[in-house]
C-alpha cells in the first residue's frame, strides 16, 4: 500500500540563496495574478477554464517585454505547479459540494467586492472565487515536482534548482519513502521546505 506523506523543516538559506530564492516565490506570485486576472475575463465570457487552458498563458506572460524577469528569476516547474493550483481553486468554486459546504458554515455576509475588467465594466468577486495574492500576506511558497530530476538531500542540506545550490535544513526527523516533491515556503520572514513523500 502506497502512503503519501509530508516532512516539514526550517530552511536556512544564505543571504545570496534568500536573494534567489525571494525572486523564485515573487515571480509565482505575480503569474499567479496575472494569470487569475486573465481568468476573470475568460470568466465573464464563460470561457473554459481548466489546468491546460491557463497553463499555456504562461508563455504569453514570459514572451512579454516587460515581464522580462519571469524568463532569469523564475522556475518553469514552479511557475506550472502555481497556475495548477489556481486551476484547482476554479474546480472548487465550480463545484456545487463545496458550495453546499460553503453554506453549512454560513458567516455573515461581507461587503461585496469586484474586479474590474480590460473593457472597464466589473464582475463580483463570489465566495471560493480564487483571490490575488500580496507580499504582504506574509506567505509565499513555491513547489517542485519531480523532485530526482531537480534536486537531491546530501545529510542535512537539500541541493535547489536556479543556482541555489546547496541550502541547510534543520533535519529534525529522518524522511522516509520516495520523495516526489518539494515545497519552498515563507512564512512571516522565515522559510521553510516540505518534502512530500510516496
Known amino acids: 500500500m502506497k502512503i503519501n506523506k509530508a516532512y516539514k523543516f526550517r530552511l536556512e538559506p544564505n543571504a545570496e540563496q534568500e536573494v534567489i530564492?525571494?525572486?523564485?516565490v515573487g515571480s509565482a506570485r505575480f503569474v499567479w495574478n496575472q494569470v487569475l486576472a486573465i481568468s476573470f475575463e475568460?470568466?465573464?465570457?464563460?470561457?473554459?477554464?481548466?489546468?491546460t487552458n491557463l497553463v499555456n498563458k504562461i508563455m504569453?506572460?514570459?514572451?512579454?517585454?516587460?515581464?522580462a524577469f519571469l524568463k532569469s528569476s523564475s522556475n518553469a516547474v514552479s511557475l506550472q505547479q502555481k497556475v495548477r493550483d489556481l486551476a484547482s481553486a476554479w474546480s472548487r468554486f465550480f463545484d456545487p459540494k463545496a458550495?453546499?459546504?460553503?453554506?453549512?458554515?454560513?458567516?455573515?455576509?461581507?461587503?461585496?467586492?469586484?474586479?474590474?475588467?480590460a473593457d472597464g465594466t466589473e464582475i463580483q468577486l463570489r465566495p471560493l472565487?480564487?483571490?490575488?495574492?500580496?507580499?504582504?500576506?506574509?506567505?509565499?511558497?513555491?513547489?517542485?515536482?519531480?523532485?530526482?530530476?531537480y534536486?537531491?538531500?546530501?545529510?542535512?542540506?537539500?541541493?535547489l534548482p536556479n543556482g541555489i545550490g546547496l541550502v541547510k535544513f534543520r533535519k529534525s526527523q529522518d524522511i522516509i519513502g520516495t520523495i516526489k516533491n518539494v515545497t519552498i515556503s515563507k512564512k512571516s520572514g522565515r522559510w521553510y521546505v516540505s518534502f512530500g513523500t510516496e
Not at 42 to 51: G, H, L, P, T, V
Not at 99 to 111: D, G, I, V
Not at 151 to 159: A, D, Q
Request: with cysteine.
Open 42 to 51: 475568460m470568466f465573464a465570457k464563460d470561457a473554459f477554464i481548466n489546468a
Open 129 to 149: 472565487m480564487p483571490k490575488f495574492k500580496r507580499k504582504s500576506d506574509g506567505s509565499d511558497s513555491i513547489r517542485l515536482v519531480q523532485f530526482d530530476k
Open 21 to 24: 530564492l525571494n525572486n523564485l
Open 99 to 117: 458550495h453546499a459546504r460553503l453554506k453549512e458554515n454560513k458567516k455573515k455576509p461581507r461587503k461585496p467586492k469586484f474586479f474590474k475588467l
Open 151 to 159: 534536486c537531491r538531500i546530501e545529510g542535512n542540506r537539500v541541493k
Open 60 to 67: 504569453d506572460l514570459k514572451d512579454n517585454p516587460d515581464f
